[in-house]
């Protein structure tokens, strides 16, 4: 099993930034790849922000977050992080980190983001 906790929400205006890291535990040697998604106000679906390969670290955006967010991991913490800057009033949400391996996966409890003057 692998368990997930984040950190590092909270308030921000817009034009801010924020830095979330995601630590795992447990059976973190089978994990092949790390995300954060986003919840939005009102919405059910969780979109996908960014994710990351836990073998070769190469990562992937949401198209409205490139050039902003950056996903980074560090192996010797399990822990993933995402910087985000330039946060926008649309970026507000519940982010939750994601973890996948083989045909299973887990998520973290979230942290809330709010962007907002």
């Known amino acids: 099993q692998v368990q997930l906790l984040e950190s590092g929400g909270g308030l921000v205006q817009p034009g801010g930034s924020l830095r979330l890291s995601c630590t795992a535990s447990?059976?973190?040697?089978?994990?092949?790849?790390m995300g954060w998604y986003l919840q939005g106000p009102g919405k059910r679906r969780r979109e996908l922000v960014a994710i990351i390969s836990s073998k070769d670290g190469s990562a992937s955006y949401k198209d409205s977050v490139k050039g902003r967010f950056t996903i980074s991991r560090d192996n010797a913490k399990n822990t993933i992080s995402l910087q985000m800057n330039s946060l926008k009033p649309e970026d507000t949400g519940v982010y939750y980190c994601?973890?996948?391996?083989?045909?299973?996966?887990?998520w973290g409890p979230g942290t809330q983001v709010t962007v907002s003057s």
């Open positions: 447990g059976n973190i040697g089978s994990i092949n790849v």
């Open positions: 994601h973890a996948a391996w083989g045909t299973s996966t887990e």
